[in-house]
T-cell receptor, first 112, second 114 residues
Framework: GAGVSQSPSNKVTEKGKDVELRCDPI?????LYWYRQSLGQGLEFLIY????????KSGLPSDRFSAERTGGSVSTLTIQRTQQEDSAVYLC??????????FGQGTRLTVV | AQTVTQSQPEMSVQEAETVTLSCTYD???????LFWYKQPPSRQMILVIR??????QNATENRFSVNFQKAAKSFSLKISDSQLGDAAMYFC???????????FGAGTILRVKS
């Protein structure tokens, strides 16, 4: 596609359920990032994929969070046993290595 | 670890006036990139301007320009002839040259008054 696509746009889930958030990067982009943004706050780094290298998972807040990137393209961020503090906008971005990062519109996750 | 600091949580500017948003960063690297992103209420992050650290010339994009002071590790954004559509949250970001994560500042909310 022309830009970074994230789905769903909005997700409401019950506390304790698992959720999967999807990111479809710009075709050919080797780098993919996930960030979390709480209401009115800055961007918190979660995880970074670069080509075939081992991902930088240093930002994942707990072992309930995991992400994978299949075939160097689509990425899925999984949150297990969701908690209310997981409520936030989850932003995905992709770039061509050292290029500019382009962002998707994000997934707003609400845990009730 | 690299850090990015935006010391102004909120700024206001009159339409058609000029405003400067501040950003400082901390790094031991000599080669890196700096960015300003804009996030309007739609939450779509939009690149405003980018600066390569090895370039001494300050980047300019239409009404947007930066004042890059490498020794002082300062990277401010100047918006000239402010427009209502400039109202948004602005984020300063840093990235090491060789493929690495973007590190963001906390953001500055810019309000434009008509």
């Amino acid at each position: 596609g022309a830009g970074v696509s994230q789905s769903p746009s909005n997700k409401v889930t019950e506390k304790g359920k698992d959720v999967e958030l999807r990111c479809d990067p710009i075709s050919g982009h080797t780098a993919l990032y996930w960030y979390r943004q709480s209401l009115g706050q800055g961007l918190e780094f979660l995880i970074y994929f670069q080509g075939n290298s081992a991902p930088d998972k240093s930002g994942l807040p707990s072992d309930r969070f995991s992400a994978e990137r299949t075939g160097g393209s689509v990425s899925t961020l999984t949150i297990q046993r969701t908690q209310q503090e997981d409520s936030a906008v989850y932003l995905c971005a992709s770039s061509s290595g050292q290029g500019v990062a382009f962002f998707g519109q994000g997934t707003r996750l609400t845990v009730v | 670890a690299q850090t990015v600091t935006q010391s102004q949580p909120e700024m206001s500017v009159q339409e058609a006036e000029t405003v400067t948003l501040s950003c400082t960063y901390d790094t031991s690297e000599s080669d890196y990139y700096l960015f300003w992103y804009k996030q309007p209420p739609s939450r779509q992050m939009i690149l405003v301007i980018r600066q390569e650290a090895y370039k001494q010339q300050n980047a300019t994009e239409n009404r947007f320009s930066v004042n890059f002071q490498k020794a002082a590790k300062s990277f401010s954004l100047k918006i000239s002839d402010s427009q209502l559509g400039d109202a948004a949250m602005y984020f300063c970001a840093y990235r090491r040259s060789y493929g690495n994560k973007l590190v963001f500042g906390a953001g500055t909310i810019l309000r434009v008054k008509s």
